[in-house]
């Protein structure tokens, strides 16, 4: 017996609404506002969904839709880049974050980006609007950059001083301003003010000495130590003494002649060496010296005697051949003579340790005077 055939179920024709042209049902119709009934829509056949479509269409406001063909035009009228991404000028992300604050439906026609980069512009906005709010208004005009600087400079080179102190300073210049203005443009120090390690050199300069050796090679490859005691007053050497093996007795014994009948100084400044033995420490204490250590390998925080060192091997010993240790002391002794008589210092104004007199044109003719073996002379005026 034939079994009479099933008909086939032709497909309803999907009809949709006459505001979309496009033939895809319009990504606003997945997030409408009015919940639920939504999914029963999308469950209708296609008459019926139209007809509920264009009954919800004539329940909206004319608010609503003069936001929607707002939203919709605007975003036609977004420009693209090359690869095809929609460029939402800061005028065009204004329009979207006024759309989200006074409108509830923005989110049912927003087809270029996704709703979050638009909360994100609205947050961003509002940081922007208040960093403007809370910026400093001008007030007062600002003092000239002049005054500024030199209080900025009398701050840094006297860090002992206030603003009071800064203040009466500059009342004392002629300079009309207030002390609540010199304390505003005062640098903020994060630590106490202490005086810096310059400062205590050249305070203490007329009681300061230091000591250092220097290594000098000779032309049989042995090595000589050169020790020598430098005053800060007017960089003098006090003494200087030559050996091929120094010890802390040796040493001793420097110290002791370098500073005879009650002449020592208050401070010896020195660095860690190993060779400052116990003996030489209690050397400088029973002479009434009080030592000052400088950092571990910070030989700037001696400058005084590094500098001398660099002049004697400049001017003198990189231009010799050291044969032996006496040699080295003679040559030292001419060098240190013409170091305190004639060579001119730039940290005493150009003048000589020794003070040396300024001869007018009238003394007579200049002549030259040969010095540390010819390497150096000395120019006089004499008369003929």
Not at 49 to 72: F, I, P, Q, S
Not at 152 to 176: S, V, Y
Not at 321 to 332: A, F, G, K, P, T
Request: glycine share 4%; proline share 8%.
């Amino acid at each position: 017996m034939l079994r009479p055939r099933r008909r086939r179920k032709e497909p309803v024709p999907t009809v949709y609404s006459s505001t979309c042209p496009s033939s895809k049902p319009h990504p606003a119709r997945r997030s409408l506002t009015f919940g639920p009934f939504l999914a029963k829509l999308q469950t209708m056949p296609g008459l019926a969904c139209a007809l509920a479509t264009a009954l919800l269409g004539a329940l909206k406001t004319r608010r609503h839709l003069v936001l929607e063909n707002l939203a919709l035009r605007h975003q036609l009228t977004v420009p693209a880049t090359s690869d095809r991404r929609s460029r939402f000028r800061p005028a065009d992300r204004l329009v979207w974050t006024c759309l989200r604050r006074f409108w509830d439906g923005w989110r049912e026609v927003l087809v270029l980006v996704q709703p979050v980069t638009v909360v994100r512009w609205h947050r961003e906005g509002f940081r922007r609007y208040w960093e403007r709010k809370s910026r400093r208004r001008p007030g007062r005009p600002r003092k000239d950059p002049e005054l500024r600087s030199l209080i900025r400079k009398m701050a840094t080179a006297n860090p002992l001083w206030g603003a009071p102190r800064i203040h009466g300073e500059l009342l004392k210049l002629g300079f009309d301003v207030s002390e609540s203005t010199v304390s505003r443009y005062l640098p903020r120090r994060r630590k106490p003010p202490s005086p810096r390690w310059r400062t205590f050199l050249n305070s203490h300069a007329s009681e300061l000495v230091s000591i250092d050796f220097f290594t000098v090679p000779t032309a049989r490859f042995h090595v000589l130590f050169c020790f020598r005691v430098l005053s800060h007053r007017r960089r003098r050497v006090l003494h200087f003494n030559v050996t091929d093996h120094p010890t802390a007795q040796w040493k001793a014994r420097q110290i002791v002649q370098a500073f005879p009948w009650e002449t020592a100084p208050r401070y010896l400044l020195r660095d860690h060496d190993a060779t400052y033995g116990s003996s030489f420490r209690h050397r400088v204490t029973g002479l009434g010296i009080t030592e000052v250590l400088t950092a571990p390998r910070a030989p700037w925080q001696n400058p005084y005697v590094e500098r001398l060192i660099g002049s004697v091997r400049r001017e003198c010993l990189d231009h010799v051949v050291v044969l032996n240790e006496r040699h080295l002391h003679r040559i030292l002794v001419k060098y240190f003579d013409y170091y305190h008589r004639t060579r001119t210092h730039l940290s005493l104004s150009k003048d000589s340790p020794r003070l040396r007199p300024v001869q007018p044109p009238s003394a007579g003719e200049i002549v030259e005077l040969p010095e540390v073996g010819g390497l150096h002379h000395r120019y006089e005026r004499r008369a003929a």
